[in-house]
């Protein structure tokens, strides 16, 4: 099981760091995936970090996020946030073809997620 922590208000322009966290498992050897999904929208693909250290991005973020692994920890780095509608994060255990156009596939359990609401 992946818990997110980290989440909290953030303005505009501002940065955020949200984790994804195992207690059981060694992340280190697993891909783990960030998604986010915004109410009324489909839950969309950010960033990934395979077991290798191998990345992808999407192109809404590419430049802004970035996904590091620190212990036991999958962390993504928010930089720039921009207004959304409290979007909520949550991590994966995930697939990935490789592509810099290809999203991770998700699979397993999702948890309860980590709400980043960017607001003035």
């Known amino acids: 099981q992946l818990v997110e922590s980290g989440g909290g208000l953030v303005q505009p322009g501002g940065s955020l760091n949200v984790s994804c966290a195992s207690s059981?498992?060694?992340?280190?050897?697993?891909?783990i995936g960030w998604f986010r999904q915004a109410p009324g929208k489909e839950r969309e693909a950010v960033s990934c970090?395979?077991?290798?250290?191998s990345t992808y991005y999407a192109g809404s973020v590419r430049g802004r996020f970035t996904i590091f692994r620190d212990l036991n920890r999958v962390n993504l780095h928010m930089n720039n946030l921009k207004p959304e509608y409290t979007p909520v994060y949550s991590c994966?255990?995930?697939?990935?073809?490789?592509?810099?156009?290809?999203?991770?596939?998700?699979?397993?359990?999702w948890g309860q997620g980590t709400q980043v609401p960017v607001s003035s």
């Open positions: 970090i395979t077991s290798h250290g």
């Open positions: 994966a255990f995930v697939t990935w073809s490789g592509g810099s156009q290809s999203p991770p596939e998700p699979f397993g359990s």
């Open positions: 059981g498992l060694s992340l280190n050897y697993y891909a």
